[in-house]
């Protein structure tokens, strides 16, 4: 899988990313989660493993989570990309019929407040979903001034049943803001304090954070 956080050279300095494959494992990993309804398989997989979810009357919902990320947005545009596809449910192998319209739905959700508000960032459904039995990619953004710095962050897949037995897929999962300006030499040391004396070497070494572009 790939790491949640990654550092890149030249121009940009630093890319915040929760991106997710699914591949390392058929457990979760990471810090991400789901209700109980979402598994790893690698059957019928985008590529590799994906998450699947299979709604039916008895099963209508399922959520799954990223990571949650506290105090690291840096106040500019988040570009969110992930593969999905709605397939029929079968009892054994390789599910391969596109379910057709009235499925259902799947809400794409963030929160910058730990889950008490949800906001919508798009919502699948027969109005917008291709029916397919591949992987289709989605692309979306969340505006500079949506996501201020600073600000936690934590984005949720919603899958909701209507009708039928199918199976919900996700996979490559990816979230991404840039920086591309170096944080402020302004760092305080708050343990031990600035210039202290004959400091402790046992223990931790705090600072308040830098202002500026900051990860």
């Known amino acids: 899988s790939t790491p949640l956080y990654s550092s890149a050279a030249s121009d940009v300095y630093k890319r915040q990313d929760v991106s997710q494959n699914f591949n390392s494992s058929t457990a979760y990993t990471d810090g991400w989660s789901d209700d109980g309804a979402f598994a790893i398989t690698p059957t019928g997989a985008c590529g590799g493993n994906s998450v699947r979810d299979n709604l039916w009357s008895n099963s ?53 407040d730990h889950g008490s508000t949800w906001i919508n960032l798009m919502t699948i459904d027969d109005s917008n979903h291709m029916v397919s039995s591949s992987c289709e990619t989605i692309n979306l953004t969340i505006a500079a001034l949506d996501i201020p710095s600073g600000s936690d962050f934590q984005l949720k897949f919603t899958s909701h049943w209507l009708s039928g037995d199918f199976y919900v897929y996700l996979d490559n999962i990816s979230a991404k803001q840039t920086v591309t300006s170096t944080p402020n030499c302004d760092v305080v040391m708050t343990s031990p304090t600035n210039g202290e004396i004959n400091a402790t070497t046992a223990g931790l070494i705090t600072w308040n954070p830098a202002t500026g572009g900051v990860v």
């Open 60 to 112: 209508i919902i399922g959520k799954l989570y990223s990571p949650q990320i506290d105090n690291l947005s840096s106040g500019t545009t988040m570009d969110i990309s992930f593969d999905y596809k709605i397939v029929d449910y079968v009892s054994s192998g390789i599910p391969i019929n596109a379910t057709q319209p009235g499925w259902g739905s799947i809400d794409v959700e963030y929160t910058l």
